[in-house]
C-alpha cells in the first residue's frame, strides 16, 4: 500500500482495483481492467491491489465485504476517493473515468446554458472568478462534488456547468460568490443555501437529494437491492427493455422515451420544453450520423494504410483581426480557413463551413502559436469529428511576392500519420465499445407524431401517474423474462407493471 500511496501523491488519477486472487469475479474483472488500461495508459494510472492476504497493509487498512472494489483517486481526493459501483466491463469502465476526469462543462453564452440544461432533468451551474490566483475560492470542492455525484450514478449522471463569462453569470444574476444553480426540468430551480458551509461532500449530498430524473436508467448491483421496488412500490411503471451502450454519445431510445414523457408532463406547453425537445432530435440524430460515418472508415482497412486529403483547397476561408495586434500595425491580418478531410469509404463533412462558426474566438485563441511578425501558418483540428481542419496564417507584411508566396503554402503537409493515429483510437474506442458490427433498427419520435396532440399535457388530465424506467436489456434479459417480456436479440419492448393490481 505504501507504494500506491506513492504513486496516488504523485499522478492525477490513479484507477485501483482491490481483488482477491481466488476470486472468480475478480478474474473476470482483470481482463476488463485491462482493456481499460490499454486505451486510457497515458491518462490515467492503473494499479491492481492483493487485498486478500491478511496480514498484507491493505487487508488491515480495508475490511471489503466482497471482491472486487475499484477506486479513483483523483487530484482534489487522494485520501478516500470515488467508488466506482457499475459493472465490471470495459465500456463502463472507460464512460465513467472519460467523465470523471472531464467533470464539468465551460459555458460562455446563453445559447450554450439553454442547450446544457436542456439535455438533462437535472443540471448544475455555478459560478466562478478566474481572475483570482490561483484558483477561484470554491471551484475545486465544486468540480469534487461534481465527481462525487458521479460515481453516485454514473450512467444517468448529473451534468455540472461552469459559467465562465462575466456577462453572462450578470444576465442570470450569479455574480455573487457561491451562487449555483440546481436546473431541474419541468420544477422549479433550486438555489444552493449562502448560509451553509460549502464543502464538496455536504453539496454533493444536497445535489442527490434534490434532483430529480423524469425517466430513470435502472442498473441493478447484481446483489439484493430495493431500487426497483422502491420505484414501482405506489406507482404503476413502465419499464423499457432496450440496449445501454455507455460509449454512445446518446441512447436513441431512451431519448425518444425521454420526448415522449417530457411532452406528457408539460401542460403548459411551455417554450423551454418545445426548445429542449427539438434541441433533443437534432443532437440525436446529428450522433447517429457520426456514429455511422465513424463505423464505415473503421470497417475499412485501407485507411489506416494511407489515409488521404482529398481536397487541398479549402472550402471557405475568413479573414479577420487578431487581438491586440490589429491596434499596433495596420496589415495584421489573419486568415481562417476550412479544409474538409476525405476518408475512403468515409463521407466526410457535405455542409460547407461548418467549423467557422466563430472565427474570431478561434483566432484569439490561437494568435500566441502564429508569429504576427512574419508570414506563417498553423494548423489544428479542433473538432473529433475528424473530418475537417483549420488553418490560421497570419501576416504582418507589405504584401511582396515572397510573402504573397509563403501565406498562401497549403497546410496539410505531416498530417497523415496525425489522422492515422487519431482515427485509430476513435476505432478502438468503438471496437471497446462493442459499435463496429452492430445493427439495429432505429426508431424515430416523428412516427408518434399523430398522437403527440393526445399526449401533450396528458398527466395533468388524470389522476393516475406513471413511473419511467429503463434497463439494459443486454445484462439484464432474465429480469425482462421474468416479467414476461420476450424480444429477439435486435429488438426493445416495455412492459407495464402495477404492484398495487397486481399487473
Known sequence: MEAVAEKVAHTDFVFTMFYAPWDADSMHARLEFFKTATYLQHEVMFVAVNCWWQHGSCSQRNKFMSFPVFVLYPTWDKKTGLEYKGPCQADYFLSF????????????????LLHFVGQQDSTVVGYFDFNTSPQPPGYASFTLAAMRVLATNSVQQVRFGVVTSQQLSEDMKMSSLRKIFLFRMLNQTLIWPSNQVFTSMTFARWVVHYSLQHVHWLVPSGVKSQKLFSLIDRKAALILFTPYRPLDEVQELFTILRE???????????????????????ERKAAGMRLRRLQQACSNKQNF????????????????????????????????CEHSLTYRGYRGNTRKCQCLVNAHQLGDALRTGVSLNTCSCLQVTPFYDGDCTISLCCRNCTGSSESATAFNKSPHSGDAELLRARLRRQCKRLRLGGHLRREEASCEYSSFAPEAEKLRGLQCRTNRTLQFIVIDKLRYSRMAAMLGVNFSASESAAVVVDVQVGV
Open 97 to 112: 473515468l472519460e467523465k470523471a476526469m472531464r467533470p464539468l462543462t465551460r459555458l460562455h453564452t446563453m445559447p450554450e
Open 260 to 282: 415522449i414523457v417530457l411532452e406528457v408532463k408539460d401542460c403548459h406547453q411551455s417554450r423551454q420544453v418545445a426548445d429542449a425537445l427539438a434541441a433533443m432530435e437534432a
Open 305 to 336: 494504410e494511407a489515409p488521404k486529403a482529398t481536397n487541398d483547397k479549402p472550402n471557405c476561408c475568413k479573414s479577420i483581426l487578431v487581438g491586440e495586434a490589429a491596434s499596433k500595425a495596420r496589415n495584421s491580418t489573419c486568415d481562417v
